[in-house]
């Protein structure tokens, strides 16, 4: 990878479940990394991320941009598109990033598994209905082929929740950023 903080590494490393935080600004990046977050999430171009923090960005739209360390290919999007995933999958790679493929259910996650070999997984079920996220990812993941990394990009409001996350095996979870420290126990984890 030429990105200088690889993403995977960032919520493989240390103990416990790994905390996201999505940012709108590079004030948001420092206030999350000061939190103890272990990465950023981006949804639009932010001038200024990459300065901001020592933390992997992650880029959420499927369009790459330069300051990012990994990006979101969402499944549902491409699979039914011919190559698209596999084009999309090496052309990040090919920019340096790390691919995060988003599955939102068990058939999206053997269709992507039977065309590509992605290391890091971002469970996104449903979000119609936020009381069943929670349950649908702890269902999907046991699905994810060990060795590989998954993210849940769920609602959580307690420290419980994330504890039955990390239980389960998720590797790292997306957060609101006001939520950091309280969802990450009071201390900051190690990064």
């Not at 409001?157 to 009071?186: C, K, M, Y």
Request: aromatic content about 2%.
């Amino acid at each position: 990878m030429s990105g200088s903080r690889r993403f995977s590494h960032a919520i493989s490393a240390g103990e416990g479940i790994a905390v996201l935080v999505p940012v709108s600004g590079p004030d948001g990046a420092r206030l999350a990394e000061e939190h103890g977050a272990q990465g950023v999430v981006v949804r639009r171009p932010l001038a200024g991320i990459r300065g901001a923090t020592a933390l992997p960005v992650l880029w959420c739209p499927e369009e790459t941009v330069p300051d990012a360390d990994a990006c979101v290919i969402v499944a549902e999007r491409v699979l039914d598109d011919g190559d698209e995933l596999e084009q999309r999958y090496d052309r990040a790679y090919e920019q340096g990033l790390e691919c995060v493929v988003q599955v939102d259910n068990e058939d999206e996650l053997e269709h992507v598994l039977e065309r590509i070999d992605p290391e890091i997984f971002l469970l996104a079920p449903d979000r119609d209905n936020d009381e069943e996220a929670l349950e649908q990812v702890l269902d999907l993941l046991p699905s994810v082929p060990a060795g590989k990394l998954a993210v849940a990009d769920v609602p959580v409001s307690t420290r419980e929740q994330v504890v039955a996350l990390e239980r389960a095996g998720i590797d790292a979870v997306i957060v609101a950023a006001g939520d950091v420290r309280e969802l990450v126990g009071g201390a900051p984890p190690e990064v």
